[in-house]
C-alpha cells in the first residue's frame, strides 16, 4: 500500500496501533506536561503551512504556562523549513513531509550532523468534493488519471468529466474541475509521489497558496475535487473514501485506517530542529519539545484533526534528543 513507506518508518521501534488501543484516544500514557520555572525568550518557527494551525495551538497552550516565552510561526510551506534551519533564521521547522536527501546533506556540510526529527503527528490526506457531489469510492490509479498527465498509475486514458468515474444526473457532462497545493508545499510533494507515483500534475490544476484555501475553492466549485490535510475538513465538502487499488476496499481516512496503513494517503508530521550531538538542548526549546510530546500537546493535535502519536514514538525521540520528563 502507499502507506507502507510511513509505515516502515514507525515499524522502526515505534508502532503507532497499540493492541486495544481505541481510535481518537489519547495514549494514557502520555505525560502531563508540568511547566518549569525561568521559561522566556522567542523561538521562530517557519515551515509547513499544513502545520500553521498546530504549531499555534501549540503555540497558545505552551505560552499559557510559560507568558514569558513567544513563539512565532510563519508557514508558507515545507520546502521553507530547511533554508531557514541552515541559516540559523528558524528554531523549528515544521513539514508535512521527511526531508529529502538533498535538503539533509546541506544541513550537514552547514553544521556537520543532521537536524533532529520529530514525528508530531499523523494526517491522512484527504480528497475533498463538494458537499453535494454523490462519488462514493477512487482508487490510487483513478485519483492519478485525475490530476496527472503521465498517468503512471496504469489507467488508459485520463479522467476529465465526472460521467467518467459514473457519476450521473446534472454531474455527468461537467468537466471536473480540479484543485491543488503549490510546489513549496509537501503536501504538493508526497501528493506527487505517493498518488501520481512520482508523475506529473496536469497544468489545468488550479494551485493553491494553503491548506485550507483548497478546501475552500472546491465547496465554492459544485464540480471540483481537491487535496488537502484531512483535518482542514468542513461542512461544506466530503471525503472521499479511498482504495489502493481496484477491487479492494474503499476506506475513509480515520485514526485507525491510517495507523493500520488501510488509508492509502497517510503519512507523518514532522518537526526539524538543530540539535548539537552530545550538548543539552537549551531550555526554552527543550520545554516546547517537551510540551509537544504530553498529553496537553497530544490534545491539540486531535483538536485541529490530526491523529496523535504514542507515549512510546513520544519516549522515543524524547530520548534521542536527550530530553527527560516524569511522566
Known sequence: MAFEKTAAVLAAGAILATAGARAEALDPALAIYRPEPGIAGTVKS???????????????????????????????????????????????????????????????????????????AVDALALFV???????????????????????????????RWSDLGLGG????????????????GTYGYFKETALAG???KDSVKEQPGSSTVVQAVASDRYAIGYSGVGYRTADVRIVPLAARAGEPCFEPTPQTAYEGDYPLARLLYVYFNLVP???????????????????GQEAVLKDGYYPITAEVAAEDLAAFGIRREP
Open 46 to 120: 517557519i515551515g509547513s503551512d499544513s502545520l500553521n494551525n498546530l504549531m499555534a495551538l501549540w503555540a497558545e497552550g505552551f505560552g499559557r504556562l510559560h507568558p514569558g516565552l513567544r513563539v512565532e510561526i510563519e508557514g508558507k510551506g515545507s520546502s521553507t523549513a530547511p533554508p531557514a534551519l541552515i541559516a540559523g533564521t528558524a528554531h523549528f521547522g515544521p513539514m508535512s513531509r521527511p526531508m529529502k536527501g538533498a535538503e539533509l546533506d546541506l544541513f550537514e556540510k552547514r553544521y556537520g550532523y543532521r537536524p533532529a526529527t520529530m514525528r508530531v
Open 130 to 160: 463538494h458537499k453535494d457531489n454523490p462519488l462514493a469510492c477512487l482508487t490510487l490509479g483513478q485519483v492519478d488519471a485525475l490530476f496527472s498527465k503521465t498517468r503512471r498509475g496504469g489507467a488508459a486514458r485520463a479522467i476529465a
Open 170 to 185: 446534472d454531474f455527468a457532462a461537467k468537466p471536473v474541475s480540479l484543485y491543488g497545493r503549490n510546489s513549496a508545499s
Open 199 to 201: 508523475g506529473d500534475f
Open 278 to 296: 552530545n550538548r543539552p538542548l537549551d531550555p526554552a526549546r527543550a520545554a516546547f519539545v517537551a510540551y509537544v510530546y504530553s498529553r496537553q
